[in-house]
């Protein structure tokens, strides 16, 4: 059981835009940055947000983070069939002292 | 170009004990922070450990389902970071990656390798 709670699952059309939720506490997202990832079958998992909001270089900027108060989101417009994987958030607990990931959340694109 | 490459998987029986490595290039090592994140068969990533970088003394940290069973040492010499494994248990069967921490700007895990695969069985 995650700490930090995603839905385990989502799904759009091509074109569409959808968003992932990402909940937590004071003692991991209310107080540190948050991070998603995403893992392509039988890849290695890429950063696609880092501190909330920022995009590492190389990232499409169909790509969006934002945070408020302990919960986080992450927002993909112009869906692609390629997006389809598994995403993740993830947030330093300062209470554990341990990096902290979200269950998962697996994307369609139908 | 950043890489990070582990090795050392294979399988082990429960009670035993496994050394990964990671082989870093295109960067200072002692500058960054390497963390070791696994992923188990059928289940989502689970962070493993952390070892910081020399300006915060190679200070380290696990999970609790990990904790005093794993220990992480580096060589920035050789470029390379080590995971060792004791008392494995059939649960710590899973992918393991190895990825990069810029602390300077709070870029957690910016670059991963491979995975190496551990089954403990």
């Known amino acids: 059981q995650s700490v930090l709670t995603q839905p385990p699952s989502a799904s759009g059309t091509p074109g569409q835009r959808v968003t992932i939720s990402c909940s937590g506490s004071?003692?991991?997202?209310?107080?540190?940055?948050v991070n998603w990832y995403h893992q392509l079958p039988g890849r290695a998992p890429r950063l696609l947000i880092y501190y909330n909001n920022q995009r590492p270089s190389g990232v499409p900027d169909r790509f969006s983070g934002s945070k408020s108060g302990t919960s986080a989101s992450l927002a993909i417009s112009g869906l692609r069939s390629e997006d389809e994987a598994d995403y993740y958030c993830a947030a330093w607990d300062d209470r554990l002292s341990g990096m902290l990931f979200g269950g998962g959340t697996k994307l369609t694109v139908l | 170009e950043v890489r990070l490459v582990e090795s050392g998987g294979g399988l082990v029986q429960p009670g035993g004990s496994l050394r990964l490595s990671c082989a870093v290039s295109g960067f200072t090592l002692s500058d960054y922070y390497i963390d070791w994140v696994r992923r188990a068969p059928g289940k989502g990533l689970e962070w493993v450990g952390r070892s910081r970088s020399q300006a915060k003394g190679y200070s380290t940290d696990f999970a609790a389902s990990v904790k005093g069973r794993f220990s992480v040492s580096r060589d920035d010499s050789r470029n390379s970071v080590y995971l060792e494994m004791n008392s494995l248990r059939t649960e710590d069967s899973a992918m393991y990656y190895c990825?990069?921490?810029?602390?300077?700007?709070?870029?957690?895990?910016?670059?991963w390798g491979q995975g190496t695969l551990v089954t403990v069985s």
């Open positions: 004071s003692s991991n997202i209310g107080s540190e940055g």
């Open positions: 990825t990069r921490t810029d602390n300077s700007i709070l870029k957690d895990f910016d670059y």
